[in-house]
């Protein structure tokens, strides 16, 4: 969800690269640039255009911004079985509408793929938003299978790893996690969400399928 990541080590290389970074922007006009320190320490610069910043961080779920792109998302949601208002949430928190935004991580295009995780889904060109969002509901999809339908935590997964989800027994107690879930469910639900901290307590959203149709519920 971030754009030209680049490590920094002492005061002086962090300002020679903020330097540059500015001084090779293209569009010095439409970016911000941006120092963000990681939870290990470590820092990272990076800009983004004003509009895909206001986009990720909306508090309503935004209109897809290019029209061709609607049919894409509905179709790989609808053959995953999938809300498409889920991954409409999943891309705006992600990379707000970039088709080609590159995270501090590696992580590429609208559903923000790892490349390991885009070559493992066939996904030749995770710039290519019909390839992205069929590698990255696919990759919803597995998740939701493995954490049986629970959103909450097939979203945390998404962020953190399943890996991390199983560690923790639910959420892990990373605040970027904790604050993506809550955004990507305000997102889908329409709503302020609580996010519980175990895959066994309180009454969790997960998906169910009626009549062909697919809901996000909270019964048992």
């Known amino acids: 969800m971030s754009f030209l990541p680049m490590a920094m080590g002492s005061n002086l290389g962090r300002w020679a690269l903020l ?6 922007s293209t569009t010095p006009a439409s970016a911000q640039v941006r120092i963000v320190t990681r939870e290990d320490g470590s820092r990272f610069i990076y800009n983004e255009t004003p509009v895909q910043h206001e986009r990720r961080f909306a508090n309503r779920l935004l209109p897809v ?6 049919p894409v998302i509905e179709h790989h ?17 992600e990379s707000g509408y970039n088709a080609r935004a590159v995270s501090n991580k590696g992580c590429i295009g609208l559903m923000q793929l790892k ?12 710039y290519d938003p ?11 999809r597995q998740l939701l299978d493995r954490f049986e339908n629970r959103v909450e935590l097939a979203v945390a997964a998404y962020n953190a790893g399943p890996g991390a989800v199983e560690r923790h027994g639910g959420i892990p107690p990373y605040a970027e996690t904790r604050d993506y879930v809550q955004r990507v ?12 901290s175990s895959t066994r307590m309180g ?4 998906i169910v399928r009626r009549d062909g149709k697919v809901y996000m519920t909270t019964d048992p």
């Open 77 to 93: 949601a609808s053959s995953q079985g999938l809300p498409s208002r889920l991954v409409r949430a999943v891309i705006q928190a």
């Open 203 to 206: 009454r969790m959203p997960h």
């Open 115 to 126: 490349p390991s995780t885009a070559r493992e889904l066939a996904v030749k060109d995770p």
């Open 65 to 70: 911004p290019v029209a061709d792109w609607i």
């Open 185 to 196: 469910m305000r997102l889908y639900s329409g709503a302020d969400f609580l996010a519980g």
């Open 19 to 24: 330097a540059l970074l500015i001084a090779g």
């Open 130 to 140: 019909e390839q992205n969002v069929r590698g990255g509901t696919t990759y919803l």
